[in-house]
């Protein structure tokens, strides 16, 4: 089997794209990106709705066709090796992509079946796989009737059938509630423990920082940046410092001490009133630990300090000068998705 | 680590096909079974037309027949096997427009399985329904007096509408892949059916037709089925009708099959 040359590195590459553009008319759905996956890491591609990721997923799955370059998957060209290249991956799509009429047992079955298990086989890894994502007692129900996160875990499970060695994970906890998002984090975090390589879209910082080990990040069909989650982090400044004081009439006065205060290096604070929160961007733990002992030296009584990672808006302020076109859906992580019912 | 143990092969061998078409038919009927509603209208059209036709129409229609409803009984119901085989048919292109709205689709489009299977599991099983529906028609069109003289002809009508179905059944899993929804692959065929049924000798012989009308109907494959299924199923001529039943199959199968496969492959 034809595999790709190794990097200077030593890690194989699982995922290779060049100059991948697709067009649809006159919108550019991905205007030339470029894109190297590691074996056995866990790629993020972070980006708002319409920045091209749902395209990139259905490319690499071979769903759809690119309009110029290339890309290779496992070893196998998207174009000239469609089939043996789907032997190879899983697919998770924004929306769980199971039969909804059909029990949680018979969707694994027939995945099984079509990936040319024999019966045995089939029903032996339907029953394993719904073991592993603690779906046996919801074996027989109609998956319709399954929960959200139900339905993602199925979802996971059926992409895992054929031992994939790549992943797609398109958007996999969109719409769901924070717990049933850990729920599928811990899932997804297992399936990279067994090795197998996994490229996800996302577009929570937050979910990218739990699962990715490297990022791109997208925005309009190109590639505005990418690297390691912590490098790209300190490229785009730090953390929120989220500073609660058990009186909330003290919220403007300890704003007001803490711009100035001026810790080198520290813009300007935001009054989060709703929640009776003081918030402050750091950019380090010395920054952190100034300004907690700034606060106590003042007497203050604090309800709670928790630290934020910026959220998809602040990254691409920060990368592009511009916010993400589509605010309303890629709101802050930790603040909108509580709100989300499923 | 499991790509390098794995050998995937590029083609897939007939017998993959058809184990691949046996999995998917498996959850067409698994469907059915989930949704027991769906099977309604295969088991109430052909009871309600029946019905409606012998006893509504049934007694002027049948006296211009020169043989009262008793006559037209008999003209109908082979007339029937032909109505159903075409508006069942449909059924099969809003199935399809829902698998492609879940998502589902694009799963089965990602697994190494040739692009025909599952257009043919689902022809599999609605032909299925439709014998299903035709056994309800027969036993609806006995007790309404209908006498079955050729049962080799029966089985010889169902058999070429079954032919006829299958074809029109690519046009409608088009529709299913190329419109938006099962609304409006539901209003299009309705748009398409309508005409076709009515402006057919299906339910009433043409003659008294205008001339304009006749130049259509006659060469309208509902009627030629129909007149087919007649001859099969009561007696009179039937080979000219046979012939050009036949012929629009495998015309609208020839052109259609491989353009409902190439919009499924592409469909983005």
């Not at chain 1, 297992?190 to 910082?205: F, I, K």
């Not at chain 1, 990715?212 to 790209?232: F, N």
């Not at chain 1, 400044?237 to 500073?243: D, E």
């Amino acid at each position: 089997m034809k595999r790709i040359d190794n990097r200077p590195d030593g890690g194989q590459l699982a995922v290779r794209v060049r100059g991948l553009v697709k067009h649809y008319g006159e919108t550019k759905a991905l205007d030339g990106v470029d894109l190297d996956v590691r074996e056995g890491t866990v790629m993020g591609v972070l980006g708002p709705n319409g920045a091209g990721k749902t395209t990139l997923v259905r490319i690499l799955s071979t769903l759809i066709t690119p309009t110029s370059g290339e890309a290779v998957v496992a070893g196998y060209d998207v174009l000239r090796q469609p089939r043996q290249l789907r032997r190879v991956i899983g697919l998770t799509g924004q929306y769980a992509s199971v039969d909804e009429k059909l029990p949680g047992w018979e969707n694994l079955y027939l995945i099984g079946r079509l990936l040319d298990l024999s019966r045995k086989d089939a029903r032996a890894r339907a029953g394993e796989l719904l073991e592993r994502f603690s779906l046996t007692d919801a074996a027989k129900r109609p998956a319709s009737t399954y929960s959200g996160g139900m339905r993602r875990r199925l979802d996971l499970a059926a992409s895992m059938i054929g031992r994939p060695s790549v992943l797609f994970l398109d958007e996999p906890t969109t719409g769901l509630d924070p717990r049933t998002r850990n729920e599928v984090w811990d899932e997804v975090k297992a399936m990279v423990g067994d090795g197998v390589t996994v490229l996800l879209t996302t577009q929570y910082m937050e979910e990218a920082e739990q699962l990715a080990s490297e990022l791109t990040v997208v925005d309009r069909g190109k590639v505005i940046a990418g690297g390691g989650i912590e490098e790209l982090k300190a490229k785009v400044g730090g953390r929120t410092l989220r500073v609660r004081p058990a009186d909330p009439g003290q919220l403007r006065p300890l704003a007001a001490f803490l711009d100035e205060l001026g810790i080198t290096g520290l813009a300007s604070t935001t009054v989060d009133t709703e929640r009776g929160a003081v918030l402050v961007p750091i950019l380090s733990d010395e920054q952190l630990t100034a300004v907690v002992g700034a606060v106590t030296a003042q007497g203050v009584t604090l309800a709670s300090v928790t630290t934020e990672l910026p959220s998809l808006d602040e990254v691409f302020l920060s990368l592009t000068g511009h916010r993400a076109s589509a605010p309303q859906d890629a709101a802050p992580a930790t603040d909108a998705r509580e709100e989300v019912a499923v | 680590m499991s790509a390098a143990t794995v050998t995937p092969d590029a083609r897939i061998s007939p017998r993959a096909h058809l184990r691949h078409t046996g999995a998917l038919i498996r959850r067409n009927l698994l469907w059915i079974r989930q949704d027991p509603e769906s099977m309604f209208d295969a088991v109430l059209m052909p009871v309600v037309f029946t019905l409606l036709f012998v006893y509504v129409f049934g007694g002027s229609i049948g006296q211009a027949l020169g043989g009262g409803q008793d006559g037209y009984v008999q003209y109908v119901i082979p007339g029937m096997i032909a109505m159903m085989s075409m508006t069942l048919s449909q059924g099969v292109g809003t199935g399809f427009s829902q698998d492609f709205n879940s998502g589902v689709m694009d799963r089965f489009r990602s697994l190494p399985i040739g692009r025909g299977s599952v257009l043919f599991a689902k022809i599999t099983v609605e032909l299925a329904r439709m014998l299903f529906a035709t056994t309800v028609l027969m036993i609806v069109a006995v007790l309404v007096g209908f006498d079955i003289e050729r049962w080799g002809g029966l089985l010889a009508a169902v058999g070429l509408s079954a032919a006829f179905a299958s074809s029109i059944m690519w046009v409608f899993l088009t529709l299913g892949v190329v419109l938006k929804n099962a609304q409006s692959v539901q209003a299009m065929g309705f748009l398409v059916l309508f005409p076709l049924q009515f402006g057919s000798s299906i339910f009433a012989p043409t003659q008294s037709m205008p001339g304009w009308l006749q130049a259509f109907t006659d060469y309208n494959p509902l009627s030629t089925l129909a007149d087919a299924a007649r001859g099969l199923m009561v007696g009179g001529p039937v080979a000219h009708d046979l012939w050009i039943t036949l012929g629009w199959s495998v015309a609208i199968t020839a052109v259609m099959a491989p353009v409902a496969i190439h919009k499924f492959r592409t469909k983005s």
